[in-house]
């Protein structure tokens, strides 16, 4: 996994969650019975914590102050190295008041102006040091710091740099790969009017000349994101998959962390850009920041999964059957099509468990996969018949099942189902294994061979 540092202002967040089921006889103003108190970081500590739950080694740079809600700041930070200096200003903590369906008000502590933090030695080195930058400016001036901007000028020449602006923060330092603002921060940034495609490609490419940036991201919400590499060609806009009343609370950090990983890997941006938005709406379509009190996966994932596990729940709440299968599914040819086909009509969605990249060179051997797994995503969901794909890094899928607990699953006929490791697993749950009609003669390793023979 990625060794990464972030740096920028870490918040307290918190959520009192309750119900509402009359009016105050006081005022006209909904009573909330409190039935749940979460706290989480927020800031630069909720990307810090994304990139840990996503099994990432994190260091977050960054000022605390000295007071009691910074250190239950701390304790949310589970995971993370923390290198802070002293923030001399209190804490600041933005309080939602929640039902289940909705936020009803937010209340802010500590967001006057603060002074410009203090800046250690330890920070320094940490960025010095540091293979992958993600700047989470949330406005508390940490990044006005001279120091720290010329540490991280020097890590823009040497490594990349993601950074994730504010309005009432400090102008990217030169040089960075990549800058995230959203469409309202772009436009005040660049100073424009109005709203869609054309308005953030014209902000984007005035804020790429302005901040001499390698690239600018402009993030449009349910739009998707829109990508200006260059001052000519055209922009690359990502479309981002439609979910349905969601709470958009620290979408921008799901993004940021997401683009800064896929950077480090040596993703070309635009490939970046568009796991970004995938795992953003995943991160939505999960419940957002509420599904960081869960537990974090236990599978490895190496890509987006367009939220199978969501897929799941909601078709089984619905009282629907799931169907799961698996396989690399690399060179998609007819016997593919005809199994998947089969298994979706055998329930009311269908999930495809991928192998990833890793998994499949170690069943394949070092020439395979032919098609690499973010294609392999894409054609799979491009099929009808297919609602979800999980890409897994295990030799087998048997703990990706485990998440999504299918009712049934399929695999062709080429196997016997009370062979497959995965029948025993699915039993845990009452599901079951059954195999689907095997179509002789179709096969990856035959396809392959075709085409080598023709070049």
Known sequence: MTAITVVGDALLDVDLVGDVERLSPEAPVPVVDIAEQVRRAGGAGLVATLLARDGHRVRLVTALGDDESAERLRE???????????????????????????????????????????????????????????????G???????????????????????????????????????????????????????????????????????????????????????LRGSATGLPFVAQAPAVENADTCGAGDRFAASLAVSVAGGAPVSDAVLTAVQDTAAFLAAGGVASLARPANTTTLAGPDHDAVAVAERVRAAGGTVVATGGCFDLLHAGHARTLSAARGLGDCLIVLLNS???????????????????????????EVVDAVLVFDESTPVEAIRRIQPDIWVKGGDYSAADLPEAAVIQEWGGRAVTVPFHPGRSTTRLAAALAAVG
């Open 76 to 138: 949310t930070l589970d995971g993370v190295d923390v290198v802070a200096g002293p923030s001399n200003a209190p804490t600041a903590v933005k309080t939602r008041l929640r039902t289940a369906a909705h936020a009803i008000a937010r209340i802010d502590e500590g967001s006057g102006r603060p002074p410009v933090p203090e800046v250690t030695h330890a920070m320094l080195d940490a960025v010095r040091t540091a293979e992958v930058v993600l700047v989470a400016d949330y």
């Open 140 to 226: 508390r001036r940490l990044t006005e710091h001279p120091a720290l901007r010329e540490a991280l000028t020097e890590a823009a020449a040497r490594v990349p740099v993601v950074w994730d602006p504010h309005p009432r923060g400090t102008d990217p330092v030169p040089g960075v790969a990549v800058v995230t603002p959203n469409l309202g921060e772009a436009r005040v940034a660049a100073e424009l009017a109005g709203s869609g495609v054309p308005v953030a490609d014209e902000a984007a490419l005035r804020l790429r000349e302005r901040w001499a940036a390698q690239a600018v991201v402009v993030t449009m919400g349910e739009h998707g994101a829109l």
């Open 357 to 383: 990249d890793r998994s499949v060179r170690e069943l394949k051997g070092p020439e395979r996969p032919i098609i690499q797994e973010a294609d392999r995503v894409d054609l799979l969901l491009a099929l």
